[in-house]
Structures are given as C-alpha cells and as structure tokens.
C-alpha cells in the first residue's frame, strides 16, 4: 500500500526556517561588525605604542624633547620602526591597509600628544599621549563615513579626547 503523502518539507517549514536565520544573522552581524573594528583597532594602538617608542628614543638619542617636523626625529624615516609605507621623503607620516599614522608634536590639540592614528574608513582617530594612554574619539569634521558606534568606549577608554582632521 503507498502513502498519498510525499517525503519533504512544506512551504511553511521551509519560511520558518528562513525566518529563524534572517533573525539570527541580524543580531549577530553588528556584533561581528564590532569585534572586526575592535581587532582593526587592536592593531592601531600597537602600531602607536611602537611609533611612540620609536619617537622617544629618537628624542633621547638626539637630546631633544620637543621636536619639529623638520627635526631628526620627525621624519618616520629617521626612526627605527618599520610599519606600512612611507609616502615620500622627510614625511612625518605613513599608512597601512586600514590607517594613517602621523607623528607630530605641538601641532594637535594637546602637546603631550606623540603620535595619531586616523581610520581610513570612518571618522576614527585614536592618539597616544606620553605617558603611554590612549585616546580615541569621532572627528565629524572630516569627510569620511561617521562610525555607528564611539570608538572610546569600543576601545575601553576612559579619555575620549583626540584630533586628527
């Protein structure tokens, strides 16, 4: 005797499951938006800590605190570091895949800020200051995509004042 009944799954079964997936993957994708932001970013404050180390024994080898541009120790050339590429000659700036790095003392908005970190793809700038902290905050003057998220409180950091535009 056969069954009228066909194996497989009925129309319902199958948007039920659709549904169930859509939902799961609308909660997990800003999730997983952040932990790649935050790993991107990971990756900025070591790259500072390391230019930042870089600029300190440039200034104590050379004798000098408070540097220029046009200093020995502005030029990323100059300091022994070795991360992204070098624009041109006497910059005192370089890039990576995800970020901007400048070195530049004097010229931001606090003076004991060594070096920043600027998000090639969001309004993102992160700097180290001399006692090693950090700070990281949205610039919306720039002309990037504003971040959905602040970028202090994704790092963990509690000053959340920083200018690179």
Not at 4 to 22: A, N, P, Q, S
Not at 127 to 156: M, R, V, W
């Amino acid at each position: 005797m056969t069954s009228c009944f066909t194996k497989g799954f009925t129309l319902i079964e199958l948007l039920v499951v659709v549904l169930i997936i859509g939902i799961l993957s609308a909660v997990a994708l800003p999730q997983y938006t952040k932990a790649v932001a935050k790993a991107r970013f990971a990756e900025a404050l070591m790259n500072l800590k390391s230019l930042s180390e870089a600029v300190k024994l440039c200034e104590l080898e050379n004798g000098k605190l408070v540097w220029s541009s046009n200093d020995t120790c502005g030029a990323v050339e100059n300091l022994s570091i070795s991360i992204g590429s070098i624009p041109n000659s006497g910059s005192n700036c370089f890039e990576t895949e995800n970020f901007w790095y400048c070195t530049d003392r004097g010229n931001l908005d606090f003076e004991n800020t060594v070096a920043v970190a600027q998000y090639k793809k969001e309004d993102v700038c992160i700097c180290i200051h001399d006692d090693g902290t950090f700070a990281a905050s949205n610039q919306s003057d720039c002309s990037l995509k504003e971040p959905s998220y602040d970028p202090a409180k994704l790092l963990n950091l509690t000053d959340s004042v920083c200018s690179c535009c």
